[in-house]
């Protein structure tokens, strides 16, 4: 139903994440974060989810591509410490709720 896209960063930068629109325009929307395991199916799911019930769904892909696989509790957490959360929330999280 989503779709993965390209959206601006406040710093100008180019961000990506996945997009799922409502079926009506100018929908309200929301912006989803990822759990430790990065931008995958499941959160791309519940984005759908969002956009059925009506809502605008960006989730922004805070590991730029990287998706750990669920068993992967090492991996998972490097990934997690590495994330540098200043730029994560001020710059991308914050990018994708203006593009919202």
């Known amino acids: 139903m989503g779709t993965s896209i390209a959206f601006k960063r406040p710093d100008g930068k180019e961000a990506h994440g996945y997009l799922a629109n409502a079926a ?3 929908a309200p929307g929301v912006v989803v974060i990822q759990e430790w395991w990065g931008l995958q199916d499941q959160i791309k799911g519940l984005c759908d989810r ?3 019930a009506g809502f605008d769904a960006l989730a922004p892909d ?3 591509g ?3 696989p669920y068993h992967d509790t090492d991996a998972a957490g490097k990934e997690m410490n590495s994330l540098d959360f200043m ?3 001020t710059q991308t999280v ?3 709720a203006q593009y919202l």
């Open 94 to 96: 914050r990018g994708a």
């Open 66 to 68: 990287k998706v750990v």
């Open 50 to 52: 969002f956009a059925v």
């Open 87 to 89: 730029d994560a929330t």
């Open 62 to 64: 805070l590991y730029r």
């Open 24 to 26: 009506k325009g100018n």
